[in-house]
């Protein structure tokens, strides 16, 4: 038995990933080609999706480093200096807590504005640095920068004095390192603020963030003799960002700075954060991009291919991909028809008054044969769990339905973490035996799925009547309910597989859908990627379960009909709580 194990909070994460590693393994996908436009942009996704390998691929110097064929189309293509700027997972619970303290002290505000200006400063002085940087070994002199040390000292020296920093040394180095330390001093102030602290003495910049970049691009600009230079600042987890900081970005790319960029990355709920369609409606695809990195099937699938291939090969093999997944399935349309109809009198009935058991498939009419296709794993996954009076118990392993790569991938919703995380533990079995077998494919995936129940699990929740007590419970609610559907009493041959949110009533639920979003318990589908998403408003979104736990539930996977959530919840009133027992409404939670 193999005794590999993942864990869904172990598997990659590109944040920790070097610049070196992360060029070696990326892979192209039209994610990445609408995010390479020098267009203001917002990417949704839930974790996992690859929001930070997408934005980390637009810094500067991993564009210089990257060293495969693709990458001197993107250099050519990409004219704008990405600058990257991760966000501090402190920050949010940090603000609050200082912020609601202090909230009548517009000194104290000012300090907690500038540790986010200053880390963002701190970003831009070592992309600066790294452009005009000559003692570097450069193979692609991408966005090189030739400027003398006077001209380095002079821009250093107007940069610091509107910075408020000291650099020791008139050095772009210098800068950067002066940065730091200003933003150290403005962190261990905050983090030692009683009623009785004197800041006033502290100097920083008193401008807006918005103000801030445009006047240092401006002068960056002038000393680069670029003045019409384009910079795109990346914004990775804004998640975790209090929402303060965020909405002056969203605004910022209506009307903003000619020569900046902003490239947001979110998850796809964020209270309090509004990205309405009135507001961006003077704008077209060509002055803002929408960017779903779950819920679009037909993008997805090439990118998991390309990505597993190559996992693949690093351990020595080299056949079709699909070749190592054992799978049994080929659905035998007359025989599965003829189990069912002999085990489920409802199915009998359903096919008698459709005229479906006048002949085999076959010899049935093109409009008969259509229906019968469109029900086909419908019938298969009820016929398969479904007790047969000779058998002594209902089946327990899940079927072959949920075998072989293609349903593998769409399973992770082609969830690159997931994809790496798995997709490891195949090729290691598949080196070892030649092919991953049906058990060993159901039984991995079944790992994965208990580790993503177990993070579900620490996220507590409070309902009326205590029916649900962590947002595991929603999860097993929901798919308590969807599994009824092909499984209950009557056959059905059109179950509800989605969730839509028409009912008034389930605002009452919407800080825990939207958690579940977030983390990618709950898929939200989309048309295109590009397709328009409010983070802020759901209630007109269509979501699914992940078919990641379709296995568990017996569900199956494509798309289906609606079922409005009040149905499956019931009318209970749900808030989330926090670990330290402070309980959260939906208004409160983001």
Same mark, same amino acid.
């Given at each position: 038995m193999n005794d590999l194990t993942i864990n869904f909070n172990e598997s990659f994460n590109a944040k920790s990933t070097s610049k070196v590693n992360l060029c070696s393994d990326f892979i192209v996908n039209s994610h990445?080609?609408?995010?390479?436009?020098?267009?203001?942009?917002?990417?949704?996704?839930? @974790?996992g999706s690859g929001k930070t390998t997408l934005l980390r691929m637009l810094d500067v110097e991993v564009l210089e480093i990257w060293d495969k064929e693709v990458a001197d189309k993107y250099r050519e293509k990409i004219s704008y200096s990405g600058v990257f700027i991760p966000t501090d997972r402190f920050w949010k619970t940090q603000y609050e807590r200082?912020?609601? @303290?202090?909230?009548?002290?517009?000194?104290?505000?000012?300090?907690?504005?500038?540790?986010?200006i200053y880390h963002i400063l701190e970003c831009l002085a070592q992309v600066v640095s790294y452009r005009a940087n000559s003692t570097l070994n450069k193979k692609n002199n991408y966005l090189d920068i030739n400027i003398s040390k006077n001209e380095e000292s002079e821009l250093v020296e107007l940069l610091s004095s509107y910075w408020k920093v000291e650099p020791k040394i008139p050095s772009l180095r210098g800068?950067? *390192?002066?940065?730091?330390?200003?933003?150290?001093?403005?962190?261990?102030?905050?983090a030692s603020l009683n009623e009785e602290s004197d800041i006033e003495n502290l100097n920083i910049v008193q401008d807006s963030l918005i103000g801030i970049l445009e006047v240092s691009i401006q002068t960056i600009n002038q000393y680069f003799n670029q003045g019409d230079g384009k910079w795109a600042f990346l914004f990775d987890e804004l998640e975790l960002a209090p929402e303060v900081f965020i909405q002056p970005l969203i605004h910022a790319m209506r009307g903003g700075p000619q020569n900046i960029i902003f490239k947001l990355a979110l998850s796809p709920y964020h209270k309090g954060i509004t990205i309405t369609k009135d507001s961006f409606s003077g704008m077209n695809k060509q002055d803002l991009t929408f960017i779903n990195l779950s819920g679009v099937r037909d993008d997805g699938f090439n990118f998991s291919k390309e990505l597993s291939e190559n996992i693949f090969k690093k351990y020595q093999?080299?056949?079709?991909?699909?070749?190592?997944?054992?799978?049994?399935l080929t659905i035998n349309r007359d025989e599965e028809f003829n189990a069912l109809i002999k085990k489920d009198k409802t199915f009998y009935e359903y096919s008698s008054r459709n005229k479906l058991n006048i002949a085999k498939y076959e010899g049935l009419d093109e409009n008969r044969r259509s229906v019968f296709r469109r029900i086909q794993f419908n019938i298969h996954l009820r016929n398969y769990y479904l007790k047969d009076d000779n058998l002594k118990s209902s089946r327990k392993r899940p079927s072959s339905y949920y075998t072989g790569f293609n349903n593998i991938c769409t399973m992770l919703e082609h969830n690159p973490r997931m994809l790496v995380g798995i997709m490891s533990i195949f090729a290691s079995i598949a080196r070892k035996s030649g092919v991953i077998k049906e058990h060993e494919q159901l039984s991995n995936i079944k790992n994965y799925a208990m580790s993503f129940k177990s993070l579900l699990s620490t996220i507590a929740v409070e309902s009326s009547g205590n029916e649900f007590v962590t947002l595991f419970d929603i999860i097993e609610?929901?798919?308590?309910?969807?599994?009824?559907? *092909?499984?209950?009493?009557d056959f059905?041959?059109?179950?509800?597989?989605?969730?839509?949110?028409k009912n008034e009533y389930n605002e009452n639920y919407i800080s825990a859908i939207g958690l579940a979003l977030n983390a990618g318990a709950l898929i939200i589908e989309k048309s295109a990627i590009d397709s328009f998403h409010d983070i802020d408003d759901i209630k007109n979104s269509r979501c699914r379960l992940s078919y990641l736990f379709a296995p568990e539930y017996r569900l199956l996977l494509n798309a289906q009909r609606p079922v409005d959530l009040i149905s499956i919840l019931n009318h209970s009133q749900i808030d989330i709580v926090d670990p330290t027992g402070f309980r959260y409404t939906q208004t409160e939670l983001f």
């Open positions: 990445y080609d609408l995010l390479t436009t020098p267009n203001n942009t917002i990417m949704i996704g839930p @974790r200082i912020s609601s @303290r202090f909230k009548n002290n517009t000194e104290v505000q000012k300090l907690l504005g500038a540790s986010f800068l950067i *390192i002066a940065t730091s330390i200003k933003k150290q001093e403005i962190s261990t102030i905050i093999l080299f056949n079709p991909i699909d070749s190592y997944f054992e799978t049994e609610k929901i798919g308590s309910y969807l599994s009824n559907e *092909i499984h209950g009493k059905n041959p059109d179950p509800k597989g989605s969730i839509t949110f």
